[in-house]
């Protein structure tokens, strides 16, 4: 009976989880396909990476699904979804795996917890998980050869930043309620980074 408690909870988590990576994923689509093509912020690499990194790997499932129903409702096929899905679970995975490895705080303490985290944590991950996608795009005839640096560079850009924005976010929101003065404006910068992208994301020119 434990057992399948613990089944039905997972389950139940792991549904709310996949709203959460779908609806940072459908407004990555969104913004890649209103902006022509460039998402300069890519929410769902930085919901996943976040995921994984506090909670554990058993949660991948969540990264793909949000990307695969993420891809299907703004209108490519389950195929090429689910190519976009594997594409960023692989980015997250790499990124978890540094992390890990490089033993990064996840409170960014240290000078070197931050610049472990901007290269090996998101920037390394976004360029191959970029450079994956761009290439499974053109197997499935979206994109010419031409385009695939294009597309990878953009990527990988908008992934980068999600990372750089949404992760950090998520670490020290789990920190709540704040213990003192610092941790407080650390929150407080965090909000107004995210309060600046939002706000250049909206005066870019559309299409």
């Known amino acids: 009976m434990r057992g399948l408690l613990k089944i039905l909870q997972y389950a139940a988590i792991a549904v709310v989880l996949t709203g959460v990576c779908f609806g940072g994923n459908y407004l990555g689509l969104y913004l890649k396909l209103h902006y022509n093509g460039l998402a300069p912020l890519w929410p769902a690499a930085g919901i996943g990476v976040a995921l994984l990194w506090l909670f554990g790997l058993r949660w991948w499932p969540v990264v793909v699904l949000g990307g695969l129903l993420g891809a299907h409702f703004n209108g490519r096929s389950w195929l090429v979804g689910g190519g976009d899905a594997v594409a ?3 980015e997250v995975l790499l990124a978890v795996t540094a992390l890990k490895a490089l033993s990064v705080q996840q409170t960014f303490r240290r000078t070197r917890d931050v610049l ?21 795009l053109e197997a499935n005839g979206l994109l010419g ?21 949404v992760a950090p976010l998520f670490m020290h929101w789990r920190r709540w309620p704040f213990a003192g003065a610092r941790a407080s404006a650390e929150w407080f910068g965090l909000m107004l980074l995210l309060g600046a992208a939002v706000v250049l994301l909206a005066r870019l020119p559309s299409e």
């Open 88 to 90: 960023q679970l692989a």
């Open 116 to 136: 472990l985290f901007l290269l090996g944590g998101s920037l390394l991950p976004a360029i191959v998980g970029g450079t994956l996608g761009a290439f499974w």
């Open 145 to 165: 050869m031409a385009d695939v640096p294009r597309a990878a560079a953009g990527w990988a850009l908008g992934d980068a930043m999600g990372i750089l924005v």
